[in-house]
């Protein structure tokens, strides 16, 4: 008795993943993407990376743009980085 319903729930698991999987490729096609929305937008980033540069303090900049500290430690590390191999692929490219 066991089996048959272990069977049955097995089939209705897999209908469920088929169906979600045609339901995901349908939006990749449309061009929808999941997940929440980003709320750091590239210019706040730009203004966080810019105060920084200006000596401003973290604690200071997250008060300003009303982020949490390590919301703006990660912005500001993260365009360090994406700076830091820009500058990296422009030297490999002039060699």
Do not use: H, W
């Not at 999941?34 to 810019?50: D, F, S, Y």
């Not at 430690?73 to 002039?94: S, T």
């Amino acid at each position: 008795m066991f089996d048959i319903l272990a069977s049955i729930a097995e089939f209705e698991t897999a209908l469920r993943r088929e169906r979600q999987m045609e339901g995901i490729g349908s939006a990749k096609a449309k061009g929808e993407t999941g997940g929440r929305p980003a709320l750091v937008t590239p210019e706040t980033k730009a203004e966080m990376v810019q105060l920084n540069a200006q000596g401003m303090s973290i604690r200071k900049i997250a008060a300003r743009v009303g982020f949490s500290k390590a919301t703006v430690q990660k912005a500001i590390a993260g365009r360090e980085k994406a700076a830091a191999e820009d500058v990296l692929c422009q030297k490999l490219e002039y060699r």
